[in-house]
């Protein structure tokens, strides 16, 4: 069974930083896409950022030049460094992962990619 638990969350000012953690526990494979999602308040679940095995990295416009995705296969742990944090990225974030190597063009950030779901790490920006 994979499971999956978030870590890192928190309240910061406009500008700050922060860095969420996800840590991967599963006795039978160690390949995962794995992906960062977050849900606002009244809006949908929407991608944010995703790793593939292979190293493919797809990123949200909105989060562009300001979030970094990154993975530590030994530890099969997935981070999201957060920067120039803005209000606006005020949600929960949440934690994906599908067991494949690599999945179609485009698909990275559909939430329907992703079997594997952690329980969520709210980030808080005010302004």
């Known amino acids: 069974q994979t499971q999956l638990v978030e870590s890192g969350g928190g309240s910061v000012q406009a500008g700050g930083s922060l860095t969420l953690s996800c840590a991967v526990s599963?006795?039978?494979?160690?390949?995962?896409?794995m992906a960062w999602f977050r849900q606002a308040p009244g809006k949908e679940r929407e991608g944010v950022a995703a790793?593939?095995?292979?190293?493919?990295?797809t990123y949200a416009d909105s989060v562009k030049g300001r979030f970094t995705i990154s993975r530590d296969n030994a530890k099969n742990t997935v981070y999201l460094q957060m920067n120039s944090l803005k209000p606006e990225d005020t949600a929960m974030y949440y934690c994906?992962?599908?067991?494949?190597?690599?999945?179609?063009?485009?698909?990275?950030?559909?939430?329907?990619?992703?079997?594997?779901w952690g329980q969520g790490t709210q980030v808080t920006v005010s302004s």
């Open positions: 599963d006795h039978t494979s160690s390949v995962y896409c």
């Open positions: 790793i593939e095995t292979a190293g493919r990295i």
């Open positions: 994906a992962a599908e067991h494949v190597h690599a999945v179609p063009t485009g698909w990275a950030l559909r939430r329907s990619t992703y079997d594997y």
